[in-house]
């Protein structure tokens, strides 16, 4: 049973960690890790930033803000869409059900 669980973890910080390379890719395609870099200076919870460090598996600081906030740039609004749709649907639709 400890080969599963270490082989599911393995593969679960596998997964987490192309997630975050997709993230940070796709945030350099749209343009936001290019130009000059700012300092960032903010006072944040020791316990969160360790939670961060241990769920992504990265030991930088920068990394981890770096990520976090491509995250919320890259960010969409689809719940916030559908839900806004609901009841636009014609009444009338053909659904071939």
């Known amino acids: ?3 599963s669980s270490a082989r599911s973890a393995s593969t679960g910080q596998f997964l ?10 796709a945030a350099s395609e749209a343009g936001f890790l290019a ?13 969160l930033i360790d939670a961060a460090k241990a769920r992504t598996g990265l030991t930088s ?28 649907a014609p009444r009338d639709l053909d659904l071939e059900l």
């Open 1 to 3: 049973m400890a080969k």
């Open 16 to 25: 987490f960690q192309t997630r975050q390379a997709r993230v940070v890719a």
């Open 35 to 47: 130009g000059g870099r700012s300092a960032i200076g903010a006072r944040v919870p020791r316990h």
């Open 61 to 88: 600081t920068t990394e981890i803000l770096e990520y976090a906030l491509a995250k919320v740039a890259l960010e969409d609004d689809f719940g916030a869409a559908l839900v806004a749709r609901k009841g636009r």
